[in-house]
């Protein structure tokens, strides 16, 4: 921290002159703190692909724009599991995940209901065809 890594991901993977460069750091101390902090991620990459599976987020909802794997199992440990289920969400209800902002949730929940735009505009082109005799 002091020397400003404010990540396990940045200690993992910043080229090892940069932490070298640290007076107090010698090659052995670098490859151990390097060493300890990929084995944190992947640990961490494990049990979320773990939840994952458990909770049963649909590939729909992982695939969105916007949705990591920690997000995808955040959401569905409230119990959002589809697109469908976020979009029928309020800002305040997406809220309760942790991290989020209201401009995130917002954005998301928007995204989420894109679907519901292009199927409103599917039916009404299809009405006007058949209005019109098409």
Not at 30 to 57: C, F, G, H, W, Y
């Amino acid at each position: 921290m002091q020397e400003g890594f404010t990540s396990v991901e940045e200690i993992a993977y910043v080229p090892e002159q940069e932490l070298l460069d640290i007076e107090e750091f010698d090659e052995e101390i670098v490859e151990e703190l390097r060493s300890r902090a990929q084995d944190v991620l992947l640990t961490q990459a494990l049990v979320t692909e773990q939840k994952i599976k458990n909770l049963n987020p649909s590939d729909e909802l992982l695939a969105m724009e916007g949705i990591s794997a920690e997000l995808a199992v955040s959401l569905a440990e409230i119990g959002v599991t589809t697109v469908d289920d976020l979009a029928d969400l309020a800002v305040d209800e997406l809220m309760v995940v942790e991290g989020m902002d209201e401009e995130t949730a917002g954005k998301l929940i928007m995204k989420a209901r894109e679907s519901w735009f292009q199927d409103e505009e599917e039916s009404m082109v299809e009405a006007g065809a058949e209005a019109s005799g098409g």
